[in-house]
């Protein structure tokens, strides 16, 4: 009944039924996720998980795991490409320690969270223990809990941590049963020859552990602290009736986790954008999802999400403002 209704008021906008496209749709989806004809965006937030990757120190990255802590320290100074976005769309942004391998000190803007100085190495043993895995689904959704005290409705996830597609290309290729080669990328930034090595080192460490197809498991093995807490912070947005803003491809591989423990959480996704990241495109595809934005863009961070949220809200507010064919005083179609 919802849905009709919903479908009736974009319809009596003063256009062509349809001629808005997936603005129409992102409208019809927050309507139906907030119960209402009238929906809107209250406080929305942006939260970037940070976490250390134990096979970061096995080459299949461009650059040092120290540069995690590094940036994490440039947010919190307000000097990255995400801190920039949020201002600029007045979108609150917070930083949590899920995992790094350094003691922050106390800010404002930071979370403490951390489950460990970053995860084992997977071509040894499991990323993390199940207590370990436990704990981060709790603690995202224990952080997901104070930020909907705030009244916030509307959340985008973003991640920080060198070595993090490795761990997003496996958590895919045992979830989609696809060939570890075809989920692989180039992550930040490797040549050819460095590309060919992780690939090499990933299909290692699939082949180690053997085929995984439970969930749980699959982010044991293969997750990151960041990515367990934004799993579990997904999970309790979900519960907490807010619209979801999935980044690029790490946040999208917390997102397929989330889907296999919570099939009906799908309704609730805004996907951002489309990473450059090799395995994106192949993922949206096994997701059956559209992306709002594709930009070439594969710096993670929460970014796409912060450069997707005005679609969003002109999406609203061309459903609460625009006149109807009654009241504009204009003919329908015959």
């Given amino acids: 009944m919802l849905l009709t209704q919903l479908q009736q008021k974009t319809d009596q906008k003063t256009k062509p039924s349809g001629s808005l496209g997936l603005l ?53 100074q307000g000097g990255a490409a995400i801190n920039v976005f949020c201002r600029q769309h007045d979108i ?7 995992g790094v391998n350094f003691d922050f000190e106390p800010h404002p803007h930071l979370v403490q ?20 895995l436990q704990q981060c689904l709790e603690k995202g959704a224990e952080i997901v ?32 049963g696809l060939p570890v080669e075809q989920c692989t990328g180039r992550g930040t930034g490797l040549e050819n020859k460095q590309l060919a090595t992780k690939v090499a080192i ?3 460490a699939k082949q180690y552990h053997g085929p995984l197809t439970d969930p749980f498991m699959v982010m044991q093995t293969f997750g990151g602290f960041e990515t367990a807490q934004m799993c579990g912070a997904m999970l309790q947005a979900f519960d907490r009736n807010m619209m979801i803003l999935i980044d690029g491809f790490i946040a999208s591989s917390a997102w397929l986790v ?15 954008h489309q990473s450059d990241e090799n395995g994106h495109r192949l993922l949206l ?36 403002e625009m006149a109807d064919f009654n009241s504009a005083g204009v003919s329908h179609k015959d």
């Fill in 24 to 76: 129409e749709k992102l409208a019809i989806q927050a309507g139906l996720i907030q119960n209402t004809l009238s929906p809107e965006l209250i406080n929305p937030h942006v939260v970037v998980f940070a976490g250390d990757h134990g096979i970061a120190q096995s080459g299949v990255s461009a650059y040092p795991q120290e540069v995690t802590r590094q940036m994490v320290m440039n947010f919190l």
């Fill in 285 to 320: 595809e096994y997701l059956n999802a559209t992306p709002l934005l594709q930009l070439g863009m594969r710096l993670g961070e929460g970014t796409g999400c912060a450069l997707a949220y005005p679609i969003l809200k002109s999406a609203i507010l061309y459903f609460n």
């Fill in 113 to 132: 969270a951390k489950a460990g100085m970053g995860t084992a190495s997977f071509l040894e043993s499991q990323a993390m223990t199940s207590q370990q």
């Fill in 258 to 272: 989330a889907t296999k423990l919570r099939p009906a959480i799908v309704s609730h996704a805004v996907f951002c």
């Fill in 92 to 98: 609150s942004l917070k930083i949590v320690d899920a």
């Fill in 145 to 176: 809990n104070q930020i909907a005290a705030t009244g916030c409705n509307v959340i985008g996830f973003g991640e920080m941590g060198i070595g993090n597609t490795s761990s997003a290309t496996l958590m895919m290729s045992s979830l989609c």
């Fill in 202 to 204: 990933l299909e290692k």
